[in-house]
């Protein structure tokens, strides 16, 4: 799997640098996820379906 460019910061980032959350990027067929404090850590890869399921389930949950 190639390593994505293009890495988007969530919108609820949060203060300052913004370096408080996730970043996203889109592969083919595939969500690549890594923590925008710690880019080089290393990054989870899941199918687009289930990041999908799991942002709509997050989005209808009611804390």
Do not use: Y
């Amino acid at each position: 799997m190639t390593e994505p460019q293009n890495w988007t910061k969530s919108s609820f980032s949060g203060g300052g640098e913004g370096d408080t959350c996730v970043e996203i990027a889109l592969l083919p067929g595939h969500i690549a996820i890594r923590d925008s404090k710690a880019p080089s850590q290393g990054t989870l890869t899941v199918p687009l379906r289930s990041f999908t399921s799991l942002v709509q389930s997050l989005k209808t949950t009611t804390v």
